[in-house]
């Protein structure tokens, strides 16, 4: 069931650094942020006790690793990241259906076990600095939003808790799958922000209208002159988008 959050909960903050220093320097100078996500650039320069470091602070750990590998290695990774507190975290749905049942199965029986809470496992479908000719170079669809679709099904019948996806496709996922799935839109920039190296972005504001639970954002925060203010003021616009839905509903 999809879970009323405000809008500093939303917002996933992006670890994008090289060291533990900048990570938790980061984490520190951002009071108001709720959810912090460690990929694999960090994850591979710092390794798991970041993860502990980070967690210590009383924040919520996204890992972000996008796993894609056999269903026991998959597994095993599952069981060891929820062993280690984190809140959520990704695997590719294009690994496949037995892949994504083995890691819903391992995030339940390593809760159980270890008395942690069971991260929620999110399928990634297709990389936002993917357009559909490039699909087409590696043997998919030249067809971005459809393979969204066919794989957010496969994410959803093997038993996972929701997608990542470019907040392009937001509006069709929400309508396919309403509001009972969660879905993980990085690819976020402010009009203030520069594009860099996501093609298929979207504006806080317009990613939450559009059905967004969790919006990733990293330079446009971490990168900022001033990180907090930067969190402020997207929290700030994002508090506003809140109001006008309600009023909107409520007219």
């Known amino acids: 069931m999809k879970e009323n959050k405000s809008a500093a909960h939303r917002i996933i903050v992006a670890l994008d650094v090289d060291t533990r220093q900048q990570a938790l320097s980061l984490v520190e100078g951002l009071p108001e942020g709720q959810v912090f996500k460690i990929g694999l650039r960090l994850f591979t320069a710092e390794g798991p006790s970041l993860l502990q470091d980070v967690a210590r602070r009383g924040k919520k750990l996204f890992l972000d690793l996008k796993l894609h590998d056999i269903p026991n290695t998959v597994a095993g990774a599952v ?16 690994g496949g259906r037995e892949m994504m049942l083995r890691a819903a199965e391992a995030a339940v029986e390593e809760a159980e ?15 936002t600095s993917l357009k559909d000719t490039e699909l087409g170079e590696i043997g998919m669809p030249a067809d971005a939003a459809g393979q969204v679709l066919r794989l957010a099904h496969l994410a959803q019948d093997a038993g996972m808790d929701g997608i990542v996806c470019s907040p392009q496709e937001l509006a069709m996922v929400r309508a396919e799958f309403g509001e009972g799935f969660l879905v993980v839109t990085p690819g976020i920039r402010p009009l203030w922000a520069a594009a860099q190296d996501q093609k298929r972005i979207m504006t806080p504001a317009a990613a939450l209208a559009g059905g967004a639970d969790y919006l990733v954002i990293g330079r446009p925060i971490i990168a900022a002159p001033s990180p907090g203010e930067a969190f402020v003021k997207i929290r700030r616009e994002l508090d506003g988008a809140d109001a006008d839905a309600h009023g909107k509903n409520g007219a």
């Open 113 to 127: 076990a270890s008395g942690v809470g069971r991260p929620l496992l999110l399928g990634v479908t297709v990389l």
């Open 79 to 94: 069981a060891m990241a929820a062993r280690q507190g984190v809140a959520m975290m990704t695997l590719h749905a294009s």
